[in-house]
């Protein structure tokens, strides 16, 4: 039972265009949502986060949009860049647990 | 601030035997997680420890086991094991439950 999904599996986009990334997550008790970006070979590494209070968060060409009727969140990269190629993961977390559920990464290609 | 680091970063093992692998959080990090990525399967989340606790657990048979020593570094042990268990094991730390994590580059089992 994945609680959190991404349904593309790869995504590839043209430099200098807008990459849209979805997410979409089952359990209402998820009130912290994370992007995370990984290279081959590395560790993934913390991109943007947003809390279920807010349903817009904004780091530089990153955006995160929230929206909780639908269980749906989207990130948003603009201008991609080649060096944005990565495989890109969605997380939740909330309840007493605590702990993050990933999604299965959707691997962006930003084509020069 | 030195990263989490991963001990080993490759590892190379055969049916039926048993492995260890290492992780050190950031500096005053308390929290460590443990998850498994293999393709097209996301993160799955292992375990996390929190001050030599385990807090949670996810969904792996008890071959899959960890602790965290008293100075937050942390080790997982897979016995008995499966050309499956095959995979990029990663380590993730942070402050405390439930805070943005940082990761380690991760070891890479193979399973012959």
């Known amino acids: 039972d994945q609680q959190v999904k991404q349904n593309s599996p790869s995504l590839s986009v043209q430099e200098g265009r807008i990459s849209i990334l979805n997410c979409d997550y089952t359990?209402?008790?998820?009130?912290?949502f994370l992007w995370y970006k990984k290279y081959p070979a590395e560790g993934p590494t913390f991109l943007i986060s947003i809390s279920s209070i807010k349903d817009k968060n904004e780091d530089g060409r990153f955006t995160v949009f929230l929206n909780k009727s639908a269980k749906h969140l989207s990130l948003h990269i603009v201008p991609s860049q080649p060096g944005d190629s990565a495989v890109y993961f969605c997380a939740a977390s909330g309840g007493s647990a605590r702990q993050l559920t990933f999604g299965s990464g959707t691997q962006l290609t930003v084509l020069p | 601030k030195a990263g989490v680091t991963q001990t080993p970063r490759y590892l190379i093992k055969t049916r039926g035997q048993q492995v260890t692998l290492s992780c050190s959080p950031i500096?005053?990090?308390?929290?460590v997680s443990w998850y498994q990525q293999t393709p097209g399967q996301g993160l799955q989340f292992l375990f996390e420890y929190f001050s030599e606790t385990q807090r949670n657990k996810g969904n792996f048979p008890g071959r899959f086991s960890g602790r965290q020593f008293s100075n937050s570094r942390s080790e997982m042990n897979v016995s008995t094991l499966e050309l499956g268990d095959s995979a990029l094991y990663l380590c993730?730390?942070?402050f405390g439950q439930g805070d943005e994590q940082f990761f380690g580059p991760g070891t890479r089992l193979t399973v012959l």
């Open positions: 993730a730390s942070s």
């Open positions: 500096s005053g990090h308390r929290s």
């Open positions: 359990n209402s008790m998820f009130d912290y």
